[in-house]
């Protein structure tokens, strides 16, 4: 079985970086790049996909709110044409600098505040889908499973690849605990990868309340503003690799086992 292991890249901004991007960029399969509007620039985005290139790791859209200060993890009132146009400005930002490197962009997935309020509108996912078609109808979405993202994409005929977060907490319904309680994100190494085998071995994660539920995914999501993230990213991949699975980026996923 092939999985895609994916992160968040480029998050920083001119001299300020959030991780090691670079050492990041060896071990997962697909790249999250930010397009410059919660974090990024044209300059971190030229050097994501360059280093996207070099490693053999898929490029992708992340794209959110222009909140720089709140790193787009708050919710803005925009409405739903304004947040279109959005999407569509980041995406053809990172397709141009992509494209100028001689990179396809394969996929897309949106970022914290953005991903959370497409996700509570079945007719505003529908509305962002239909424009991510227009643009380009062979980018794959990145979403959690069952979401309105995933069925808005599943309507507009664009291929969808499911996350496992492996340093977010889940509650019985199969959301992400929020940010602001305790133990919402995961830093530990032995608890992610202890959660990491179980997805592996059974499919299913343990809430935060201690219920077993199931989670449909072929793509695993760490967050690169995870303290520890590459140590954790390390973890993961080594333990997909002691599955027996293969690391492999969302288009090759996908091609081999297209549903």
Known sequence: MKID????????????????DE????????????????????????RMVRLAKARGVGVGAHPGFPDRLGF?????????????QQVLYQLGALTAIAKAEGVPV?????HAAMGNMI??????????????????????????????????????????LTLFLADRAYDSNGQLVSRKLPNAVL????????????????????????????VRARSILVHS??????????IVRSE??????TIAPAREVLASNPR
């Open 240 to 245: 997909i690799e002691a599955a027996g699975a």
């Open 106 to 110: 394969a996929h897309i997935g949106f």
């Open 72 to 84: 787009g993890r708050r919710e803005m009132p925009v409405e739903a044409d304004e947040m279109r």
């Open 119 to 160: 996700n509570r509108d079945a007719a505003l996912a529908d509305l962002i889908m239909q424009a991510i078609r227009s643009v380009d109808p062979e980018l794959i979405v990145f979403s959690m499973p069952d979401t309105e993202i995933e069925r808005a994409a599943t309507r507009a005929g664009l291929r969808t």
């Open 187 to 214: 830093k530990e190494e032995a608890a992610v990868r202890a959660r990491v085998r179980q997805f592996l071995e059974s499919g299913t994660v343990t809430t935060i309340d201690n219920q077993v539920i199931t």
């Open 23 to 46: 050492a990041l960029m060896d071990v997962v399969s697909s790249a999250n790049i930010a397009c410059g509007f919660h974090a990024g620039d044209p300059d971190t985005m030229a």
């Open 5 to 20: 292991l994916n992160s968040d890249m480029g998050e920083g901004f001119g001299p300020y970086r959030l991780c090691d």
């Open 225 to 234: 503003d995870t303290p520890g993230s590459l140590e954790l990213a390390r």
